[in-house]
Every structure is written in C-alpha cells, then in structure tokens.
C-alpha cells in the first residue's frame, strides 16, 4: 500500500557530506510528520530529524547544527542534508512517515534503511 524507499548513504570521510532522500509512494491520501531515525551496532534505534507537515523542525542534540531535515510536499519526498560528518554517525538511517492512506487508516511507516559509514 505504501513504500517508503531511502538512498543517499554511503562511505564519506569526516568532516565530509551526504544527502539523503526518501521518497514516499503508494495509496497516500496525506503524509503527516516525517523523520529519520538512525541504529548503530549495538545500540537503540533513535530520532535524528522530524519535521511536521508545516515545517517545523526538531533535532537530536547530537546533530543540531550539522543536520538539516527538509521536505518536498508535492514529492512526497523527505531529506536529510548531513555536513560535518563524525565516525559517530555511523548507523544505518531510516526514514519514519505518519501516512493515511486511501481508506483513511492512519499509520507509521518504514523505510528499508541506507547505511551511512563515516570513516578515514
């Protein structure tokens, strides 16, 4: 019913940059917040990014300043510009959509994930 599909990741030196996209498909009435979340090795699954459906924005502390969340409404696709980037931020980053669908059943959705490795 509804495909969320992230791209953009890679391996990126520090201090370098990447850009991820994610573009929502499928039986889409409307597309409510958005985010990326991000699960190191180990670790817990946690919020990088939101940005609701006006544009207000929130970040992790651990990001803010480096991270820019956006995005395209008539795309339906959402972005996550990443400058300055540290070993840290090494994860696999997923995309998070509140969608309501055609049948007008409101839920969360998941993208795959796309592997971010920031190293020398």
């Known amino acids: 019913q509804v495909q969320l599909v992230e791209s953009g990741g890679g391996l990126v030196q520090p201090g370098g940059s990447l850009r991820l996209s994610c573009a929502a498909s499928?039986?889409?009435?409307?597309?409510?917040?958005m985010g990326w979340y991000r699960q190191a090795p180990g670790k817990q699954r946690e919020l990088v990014a939101s940005?609701?459906?006006?544009?207000?924005?929130n970040y992790a502390d651990s990001v803010n300043g480096r991270f820019t969340i956006s995005r395209d409404n008539a795309k339906k696709t959402l972005y996550l510009q990443m400058n300055n980037l540290k070993p840290e931020d090494t994860a696999v980053y997923y995309c998070?959509?509140?969608?309501?669908?055609?049948?007008?059943?409101?839920?969360?959705?998941w993208g795959q994930g796309t592997q971010v490795t920031v190293s020398s």
């Open positions: 998070n959509a509140d969608i309501r669908i055609l049948t007008m059943t409101r839920s969360a959705y």
């Open positions: 499928g039986s889409i009435f409307s597309i409510y917040a």
């Open positions: 940005i609701t459906r006006d544009g207000s924005t």
